[in-house]
């Protein structure tokens, strides 16, 4: 599994854009990127899903440069809401499970 | 409410005592993962399923850790003689697809709490 690094975590603005980027210098061919976010005493619920370039949906975009040594998970207009710890995953097709470590704590702020 | 159910929500237990969490994934998902998170940890991976066939442990699942998927529906998680360091929240999550790159729904958690 490919190891990532995100910022423990990050405080921002009700209404700012978020970016939240996730290292994974070793990632392989075959691998994808995922995020999911966690609410307090929740499961964590999936948000967005890419291999490479640009990934959008109605929640938020995924920015994957060519290298896909890293990638950005992009927030629109953050509410209070948003708050929540945000896990990038790394995984290879076909593989059998998650590793979720230990996530970036984003907290908004009115 | 047809998303990934799990009971007890919360459970005590003393040391020494057996408890067992039961999941129902959503209807027809195929795969049923089960993990166990600490406070502030991420999701640690202890088994999945699929379908009824337990097909990979993780180290974390001791022998007094069993889990069960009778008829590929729900799925039981069962803590023989628990210890303290067991006290955690035991996530379920089911998938629809063969593999993770199919988005998991995970369910609520059971908060195991051991004195």
């Known amino acids: 599994l490919a190891k990532t690094t995100q910022p423990i975590s990050m405080d921002s603005y009700e209404g700012q854009e978020v970016n939240i980027t996730c290292s994974h210098n070793n990632i392989a061919t075959n691998d994808y990127i995922t995020w999911y976010q966690q609410f307090p005493s929740q499961g964590p619920r999936f948000i967005i899903q890419g291999y490479k370039t640009k990934v959008t949906n109605e929640v938020a975009s995924l920015f994957i440069p060519a290298d896909r040594k890293s990638s950005t998970l992009s927030l629109p207009r953050v509410s209070l809401s948003d708050t929540a710890v945000y896990y990038c995953l790394v995984f290879k097709a076909g593989a059998n499970n998650l590793f979720f470590g230990t996530g970036t704590r984003l907290t908004v702020i009115p | 409410d047809t998303g990934v159910s799990q009971n007890p929500r919360h459970k005590i237990t003393k040391r020494g005592q057996n408890v067992t969490f039961r999941c129902d994934p959503i209807s027809e998902h195929n795969r049923l993962y089960w993990y166990r998170q600490t406070l502030g940890q991420g999701p640690e991976f202890l088994t999945y399923?699929?379908?009824?066939?337990?097909?990979?442990k993780s180290r974390l699942l001791s022998d007094r850790f069993s889990a069960e998927r009778p008829k590929g529906s729900f799925s039981t998680l069962e803590i023989q003689r628990t210890e303290q360091g067991d006290s955690a929240m035991y996530l379920c999550?089911?998938?629809?697809?063969?593999?993770?790159?199919?988005?998991?729904?995970f369910g609520p958690g059971t908060r195991l709490t051991v004195t």
């Open positions: 999550a089911s998938s629809p697809g063969t593999d993770p790159s199919y988005e998991q729904y």
């Open positions: 399923f699929q379908n009824e066939a337990q097909l990979e």
